[in-house]
Structure formats: structure tokens, C-alpha cells
């Protein structure tokens, strides 16, 4: 597979089966922007979980959006398709699946 490499961006991001996913706080975008359609999670709660001797917070219930990259829209136009998963590993590979088809329309 070859490199993500994207255009006019600064820093390092994750990249995420090729593509990249940009978190801040409770808000994650995954995918090319330049693309038609990008995915959002929004992280609604978050549940403790033992990890060896301390508690961390993990994702319990994420809302799972593909928007439009399409900025001449309104907000409220842009949105395509939404659905509440319980955490991050289904919301992402739901997501995923979601956008794939969509960018390939």
C-alpha cells in the first residue's frame, strides 16, 4: 500500500488503514478531506476500564456521522448518514464501511 502523503499539512496524524484520523478530545475526523466525504465521531460518555493497576477512560457510546466535505453546504445539509455504536473499534469500523461506500458513489 502506498504512503498517505497529504498536501498542505503540517505535523504528523495517525493514519488509519491509509487514510488519516485527527482526535481532539472527544471529537475524531477520519479520512481524506479532499475527498467527497469524510467520517466524524463524536464521543458521547466514556466508561472506566483496569488497565495492570490504574484506570484509564475509553469511548462507550460514539455517534458515527459521514458528512459532506462539500463547505458550500450548510452544516446541516452536509450530514448523509448517522447512528449511535457502542465504542470506538465499532463506531470506527462501521464508519469506515460507511465512507468507503459513499466516496465510491
Known amino acids: 500500500m502506498a504512503e498517505?502523503?497529504?498536501e498542505n499539512?503540517?505535523?504528523?496524524?495517525?493514519?488509519?488503514?491509509?487514510?488519516?484520523l485527527v482526535r481532539h478530545q472527544g471529537f475524531f475526523v477520519y479520512g481524506d478531506l479532499?475527498?467527497?466525504?469524510?467520517?466524524?465521531?463524536?464521543?458521547?460518555?466514556?466508561?472506566?476500564v483496569k488497565v495492570g493497576d490504574?484506570?484509564?477512560?475509553?469511548?462507550?457510546?460514539?455517534i458515527v456521522q459521514i458528512m459532506s466535505t462539500d463547505e458550500s453546504k450548510p452544516t446541516t445539509e452536509?450530514?448523509?448518514?448517522?447512528?449511535?455504536?457502542s465504542g470506538l473499534y465499532n463506531a470506527l469500523d462501521i464508519g469506515i464501511e460507511w465512507l468507503n461506500r459513499q466516496n465510491k458513489q
Do not use: C, F, H, W
Not at 499539512?9 to 488519516?20: Q, R, V
Open 78 to 85: 452536509r450530514l448523509v448518514k448517522q447512528s449511535m455504536e
Open 9 to 20: 499539512i503540517e505535523g504528523g496524524y495517525i493514519i488509519y488503514k491509509g487514510k488519516p
Open 34 to 48: 479532499s475527498e467527497r466525504y469524510a467520517l466524524y465521531l463524536i464521543v458521547v460518555n466514556t466508561k472506566k
Open 54 to 62: 490504574r484506570e484509564e477512560d475509553v469511548p462507550d457510546n460514539v
Open 4 to 6: 498517505y502523503k497529504p
